[in-house]
């Protein structure tokens, strides 16, 4: 991997780490009154994924979205203004933490309910395959949503039509407060439960960058190729709490041992520390982080001087004024 590739990606998940620190600390001022859905400790498995797609290709994320926008492109000031709820958000305020859109990035959406960016993504892909274009749809979700309905469906129907879709499972072993041992058979792994669904998969290091990337780009190829849907599977771990902006591991669903390890393979600090044993300067890393502290603070400077949308707008784009004739 060239070296501009690799302080592109390290520069996202410091990105993606920078301003989701800075919603953490600023989420009890009360000014962001959505739900927040942190991936704080999960960076790396959404850049990867979004460093490996092209822009024209399309994602369609979980209420834990915030990185995969903006690992696809998607804008810091825009999104962080979503979340204050202000007319300069992705969604013009209406949407939240949770509803996040960004179409020149082909962020297409995300949505709060669990396993629903499954069906939406998978015809996401049969758009795209009518159209005969060379773009895939990645969808997003976590180990949960391998337990829905929807997931089977889904998978199904993207074998059975040969879709370009590119499932991407970021598994951080809990469903809210549930670890999988309470919710799957012990034994089972879920890449090769879906290979018995007959979809080819793969596992991989999601906090292990340079794996999750090269995973990534082999799964996308095979993808993009004709070659039918492909299930990637990505671990990795949250470390705040399932909604909001704080450490939980007092309430007893998980151990602090057990947090403590996975915090010691913080895929942000470890890279860092991998790209300097590379070569790359002291300075040159200082100064990423100099300049991505001031994009963070200007972003946030942007959301909290942006306008509140008009009331009259209320029922803009939600109601069409067009009549639809009865067929």
């Keep these: 991997m060239d070296k501009a590739l690799s302080v592109r990606l390290l520069r996202d998940m410091l990105l993606i780490r920078k ?52 690992a696809k492109g998607g804008r810091a000031p825009q999104m962080l ?8 958000g992705c969604c013009r305020g209406r949407g939240g ?21 499954l069906p ?16 895939i749809a990645a969808i997003f979700f976590g180990d949960g949503c391998t337990e829905e309905g929807a997931f089977y469906e889904s998978a199904n129907f993207a074998i059975v039509r040969n879709l370009p879709a590119l499932f991407v499972c970021e598994n951080n072993l809990y469903s809210v407060y549930s670890p999988l041992s309470v919710r799957q058979p012990a034994g089972r792994e879920i890449y090769k439960m879906v290979q018995g669904l007959g979809m080819p998969s793969a596992i991989v290091d999601g906090n292990d960058i340079d794996a999750a990337y090269a995973a990534a780009m082999a799964a996308i190829e095979h993808v993009r190729s004709g070659k039918g849907p492909f299930f990637l599977e990505l671990t990795t771990y949250r470390w705040r709490e399932h909604c909001g902006p704080n450490f939980d591991n007092d309430i007893g669903y998980r151990t602090e041992e057990e947090f403590l390890a996975w915090k010691a393979r913080d895929p942000v600090a470890s890279y860092e520390a991998r790209l300097q044993q590379q070569g790359v300067p002291t300075e040159e890393l200082a100064a990423l982080h100099t300049q991505l502290d001031a994009e963070v603070l200007a972003a946030f400077e942007f959301a909290e001087t942006s306008p509140f949308p008009d009331q009259s707008e209320a029922f803009s784009d939600v109601y069409t004024d067009k009549e639809v004739s009865p067929s």
Excluded at 120 to 135: D, E, F, P
């Design 81 to 88: 203004a979503e979340i204050y709820g202000k007319v300069t």
């Design 97 to 117: 933490s949770m509803h996040l859109t960004d179409r020149t990035a082909g962020f297409v959406g995300s949505t709060a309910i669990v396993g629903n960016s």
């Design 19 to 70: 301003v989701e620190e800075g919603i953490a600390e600023r989420y009890p001022q009360g000014k962001m009154r959505c739900p927040t859905h942190l991936s704080i400790g999960q960076e790396a498995a959404a850049v990867a994924v979004g460093a490996a797609l092209e822009t024209a290709d399309l994602a369609i994320s979980t209420h834990r979205a915030h990185a995969h926008y903006l």
């Design 120 to 135: 939406i993504g998978t015809g996401l892909a049969l758009s795209l395959q009518l159209k005969k274009s060379r773009q």
